[in-house]
């Protein structure tokens, strides 16, 4: 069965400092996508990144960065230069297609919080 | 452009109280629709999914009960509520019309039902 697993509960770091958020996954799909959810103390969650199992491109987008290892089945996370805003819990997800729909199999979340 | 609308946002009911919270999408047709829950301090549960009209799927046994009675309306119900359905509720939809397993959720905001 598909599985999710973010050992990290909550993680604590100083303003400016990297921090790595870590994503194992479980599947028996050859073809499936991650994703990374923020939700910030709103609630709302939000759409960060998503990966195709046959893009192991690392990718960076300003400040974030993603490091996808398919022979570790790991999607990690990571922040640069860490500020107060990137507060919240980060969400990593793996789709599974079943009988027509597409559910999302959600980790349990990681609650970052930076200090100023 | 397309938009999902959940309401209310925060709801304080007596145990023994019925419920109902609402999700709207606009701009897409036959979406296929989520409803999850989020425990304090835990991760994200699938409660229902829905991939057409009356057509709805439970997730997990539980107090609740999902309708959907047109095409971009998705209800969360429950005759009596139990202190344990205390939670952050949020509904999420998907594009069917497009490789919807590619593409995650769109969730709307959320809403913070207390049972007391």
């Known amino acids: 069965a598909q599985k999710v697993t973010q050992a990290q509960t909550e993680i604590s770091v100083v303003e400016k400092e990297d921090v790595t958020l870590d994503c194992v996954y479980e599947?028996?799909?050859?073809?499936?996508?991650l994703f990374w959810y923020k939700q910030p103390p709103s609630g709302e969650l939000v759409f960060l990144i998503r990966?195709?199992?046959?893009?192991?491109q690392n990718e960076i987008s300003g400040r974030y960065s993603w490091n996808f290892q398919k022979s570790t089945s790991s999607f990690n996370f990571t922040i640069t230069a860490s500020q107060v805003v990137d507060s919240a819990v980060y969400f990593c997800?793996?789709?599974?297609?079943?009988?027509?729909?597409?559910?999302?199999?959600f980790g349990a979340g990681t609650r970052l919080a930076v200090h100023p | 452009s397309q938009t999902i609308h959940q309401w209310p946002a925060t709801l304080v009911q007596p145990v023994g109280s019925p419920l109902s919270l609402e999700c709207t999408v606009e701009?897409?047709?036959?979406?296929?629709l989520y409803w999850y829950r989020q425990a304090a301090g835990r991760g994200l549960q699938l409660l229902f999914y829905?991939?057409?009209?009356?057509?709805i799927s439970s997730e997990v046994p539980q107090n609740l009960s999902a309708s959907r009675p047109q095409d971009r309306q998705f209800i969360l119900s429950s005759k009596k509520l139990l202190l344990s359905d205390s939670g952050f509720y949020l509904c999420?939809?998907?594009?069917?019309?497009?490789?919807?397993?590619?593409?995650?959720?769109?969730f709307g905001s959320g809403t913070r039902l207390t049972v007391v």
């Open positions: 829905s991939i057409g009209i009356d057509q």
């Open positions: 997800a793996l789709s599974e297609r079943s009988g027509g729909y597409n559910k999302l199999i």
């Open positions: 999420a939809w998907s594009d069917t019309r497009t490789n919807a397993y590619n593409y995650g959720y769109t």
């Open positions: 599947t028996r799909d050859t073809t499936y996508y």
């Open positions: 990966r195709n199992s046959f893009d192991e």
């Open positions: 701009g897409t047709s036959n979406p296929n």
